[in-house]
């Protein structure tokens, strides 16, 4: 059984002329295979801000970590041209029904079903491979108004983005 947190919490206000808003959150779901999961972590802020008479501000900034740790559930993977049938979940078809999980199991190569030896134990891929991604990522812009007369209004933007990965794979 998969558990999931979700946890979020937000606030706003201001005046006519100033209004805010914050929010972040936070969710934690474990995976449905062993040694699985994915936690994220957020927090979003707007500003909007009538200045004086000719001036508007809008203001708005998003930022997350995300760290996943997965397993290799891919079906197929091509290595040097051919294809070849991977990740937990194909072979845990191919596997042998009948034997049972103790240490014998974690070997590299067990029994296929039809009574050949070359599938991986798919446990080994629960246990064994190890694959974390981070990810930090910031977007925020900013936008200013400027009223020129009554039905002129030049609008200027900037913005920047900022975005970090790294991933452990073994």
């Known amino acids: 059984n998969a558990t999931s947190n979700d946890l979020n919490l937000g606030m706003s206000g201001g005046s006519k002329d100033i209004k805010y808003n914050i929010s972040g959150g936070f969710l934690n779901t474990e995976g449905l295979l062993k040694n699985t999961s994915f936690d994220r972590y957020s927090l979003r802020g707007n ?94 812009n900013l936008r200013l108004y400027f009223k020129i007369t009554d039905k002129l209004t030049f609008v200027t933007r900037g913005g920047f983005r900022f975005i970090h990965d790294k991933l452990d794979r073994y």
Do not use: C, H
């Open 47 to 140: 500003l909007n801000a009538k200045l004086n008479k000719v001036v508007n501000l809008n203001w708005n900034a998003v930022g997350a970590v995300v760290e996943s740790n997965r397993s290799n559930t891919n079906t197929t993977r091509f290595d040097g041209g051919a294809a070849e049938r991977s990740g937990v979940i194909v072979k845990a078809f191919m596997a042998s029904p009948v034997m049972g999980v103790n240490e014998s199991w974690f070997t590299d190569e067990v029994e296929n079903s039809n009574g050949s030896f070359g599938a991986f134990n798919p446990l080994t891929d629960l246990t064994d491979q190890y694959y974390n991604k981070k990810n930090f990522n910031v977007n925020t």
